[in-house]
């Protein structure tokens, strides 16, 4: 038996990868989503009103770590099968 035999004798077949973990819910990236549009609406305000509102401010800076939260523990989140 030659080399050339032993190598095209061998299975060309590949081992499977096992599959990744399916991270992340679609949900908490659209709450995620609709915390930075909060955050949007409440810093538009508080421009139009010459930034008089410190409280939109403030409510602007809360909504947008809210929605920076969210968004880091949705990928920690495993999906449900």
């Known amino acids: 038996m030659s080399v050339v035999e032993d190598e095209t004798s061998a299975p060309t077949e590949r081992p499977v990868a096992d599959e990744p973990v399916r991270r992340g ?11 930075m549009l909060g955050a949007g609406v ?12 410190m409280g939109l401010l403030w409510l602007s800076g809360s909504l947008s770590i809210g929605a920076i939260a969210v968004a ?6 495993p999906r449900r099968p």
Do not use: P
């Open 25 to 35: 819910w679609a949900t908490l990236y659209a709450v995620a989503f609709g915390l």
């Open 42 to 53: 409440a810093l538009a305000a508080s421009s139009l009103g010459s930034l008089r509102s």
């Open 72 to 77: 880091v523990v949705s990928l920690f989140v």
